[in-house]
């Protein structure tokens, strides 16, 4: 059994109790990084309980030899994908993947996660005119993370105008009912 193996024995039950999914688990080094994730969101109170729970069972097991930092993080918004069960969670969201050498001509590939199973994905790119589905296996898979895409943003205090606005709007409103009470 690795260490890797080992920490999640013993982190699983913790992260499942607290409704917490452990999305990845590496030891690297003088680094355990515990990255979780679960539906709703994370907040810094639900990583720090999670984290002080996990600390205080690897510290009572001590399944690593010598001195470590634990990191508790969640995935981000720009998820790196390393098992199929990432993939799969991540099906319909824009990813990026970097393929290794001897996999073809086009080495980055940027589109639709379209489908992932225990085989590989299929990533659909180009446009809605002319779209186009690539099926890769996972060996052929170097690096995949998904892309976070920044929508276009309201101008600077154009949103305060507009709250001022509905704010004076509703004021009016509230205005005539008691007008027409009276």
């Known amino acids: 059994m690795t260490v890797a193996d080992r920490v999640r024995e013993l982190v699983l039950p913790l992260l499942t109790e607290r409704d917490i999914d452990l999305y990845d688990l590496e030891v690297a080094g003088s680094v355990l990084r515990v990255v979780v994730d679960r539906p709703e ?18 510290d009572d097991a001590d399944p690593i030899a010598g001195t470590y930092t634990l990191e508790v993080t969640s995935p981000g918004l720009e998820r790196r994908l390393r098992t199929p069960r990432h993939f799969a969670r991540a099906v319909g969201e824009t990813v990026r993947v970097k393929l290794v050498a001897d996999a073809g001509d086009e080495r980055r590939i940027t589109g639709v996660l379209v489908a992932a199973d225990d085989d590989g994905i299929t990533v659909r790119t180009g446009d ?36 001022k606005a509905s704010a004076a709007g509703t004021q009016g409103t509230s205005n005539e009912k008691r007008e027409r009470r009276s």
Do not use: C, N, Q
């Open 128 to 163: 809605e005119a002319a779209p186009h589905e690539r099926r890769l296996t996972y060996p052929d898979i170097d690096r995949a993370r998904t892309v976070f895409e920044w929508g276009p943003g309201e101008k600077p205090g154009k949103a305060r105008r507009s709250a």
């Open 41 to 58: 969101g994370l907040d810094l109170d639900v990583l720090a309980d999670a984290t002080r729970a996990m600390s205080h069972a690897l």
